[in-house]
């Protein structure tokens, strides 16, 4: 680092592993205390004077978080693959890096999709509360039945990193076949997984399982409204591991009702936590998990070092090791 001042950096939350201490030796770190996120008060005091901000998808860093930061903000490093949270364009415009985290929880998001998809067709919230309420009193021929996917066709919604990991496992193991949406065809996996690049009419039309890959923008959010689910078969089985917004609530709350969507298995709503006592979570066949993708010791600490690499190489004025933007 050129500049003779030492640097100055806010980190949100107390991360896992010794990688903050990589901060440390350079800079005046402010680790924010509390396991609740700073107020938006706490965060405009906190980033004051800031060169480089290390947040979470849970702080919405908009222009007015750079703007309080001031002159000498650097890099916004955040610890997720997602940065939907930050305004990057904003960012951009003050010549500020902003770097993420992908690949390293690829794996454990996209393990975590195929359980909540197990979860959901398999109705284990719905069996498991009948043990727990003593509500399970014998063993029945037509008790719990639920859906296999062996052979059934899988759409998915974004054929990314995650998505793609996903697919693999379900059309491997389940021998699944595959449609999805995404920017181009993917060569690899119409190759190797048999898939097949679709239109979104299409892969509603067409899937009995639906699992979302994409990233939350204004051209994905509602992406699932009413009329989606007014396309998709009977039956259908929901996935959602990505951001709570790509999905419209009330919409899926209503396809369950009338049953033409079988079960949802969603490790991520809008807000964040959906209030216990929301319909959809009270809804015997949901399965709503805290977004809990990338909560493995591994990835999370994985996680944590590119998080802190980034902010290091924003401080040095050089590209960082995973960027978004400039
Ligand atoms: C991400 O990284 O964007 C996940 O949603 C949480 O790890």
Redesign the pocket.
């Known amino acids: 680092m050129n500049d003779t001042k030492t640097p100055k950096i806010f980190v949100t939350r107390r991360l896992p592993g010794l990688h903050l201490d990589r901060l440390r030796g350079v800079a005046d770190v402010t680790v924010w205390p509390d396991s609740m996120p700073p107020s938006r008060d706490d965060l405009l005091a906190g980033v004051a004077q800031c060169d480089g901000l290390l947040t979470l ?1 849970s702080d919405r860093i908009d222009a007015s978080v750079m703007d309080a930061a001031g002159p000498n903000l650097k890099v916004i490093s955040n610890y ?3 940065y939907n949270n930050i305004d990057v364009a904003a960012a951009g415009a003050r010549g500020i890096r902003v770097g993420n ?1 992908p690949d390293v ?1 690829t794996d454990a998001t996209a393990d975590l999709a195929v359980t909540l998809l197990l979860a959901a067709a398999r109705r284990v919230r719905e069996a498991a509360n009948q043990v727990q309420t003593g509500g399970w009193k014998t063993w029945e021929p037509t008790g719990l039945l639920g859906i296999e996917p062996a052979g059934k066709t899988l759409g998915v919604i974004g054929m990314g990193r995650i998505g793609k990991a996903f697919a693999r496992r379900m059309v491997g193991g389940w021998n699944m076949p595959l449609l999805y949406t995404s920017r181009t065809v993917q060569d690899d996996v119409d190759e190797s997984l048999g898939g097949r690049h679709v239109d979104l009419d299409e892969l509603l039309a067409q899937s009995d399982f639906i699992s979302v890959h994409v990233a939350l923008c204004d051209a994905t959010a509602g992406l699932l409204d009413a009329d989606a689910f007014s396309r998709m078969k009977d039956g259908v089985v929901i996935v959602n591991t990505a951001r709570g917004e790509i999905i419209n609530q009330d919409a899926l709350l209503d396809g369950l009702n009338s049953q033409k969507v079988f079960a949802a298995g969603l490790d991520v709503t809008s807000p964040e936590p959906l209030p216990h006592e929301h319909p959809l979570v009270r809804h015997p066949r949901t399965i709503i998990l805290p ?1 809990i ?2 909560a493995t010791d591994r990835s999370r600490n994985a996680m944590a070092e590119i998080a802190v690499d980034n902010v290091l190489h924003g401080l040095r004025g050089e590209s960082l090791r995973c960027e978004v933007n400039l």
């Open positions: 998808l997720a693959v997602g985290t929880l977004h993708g990338s």
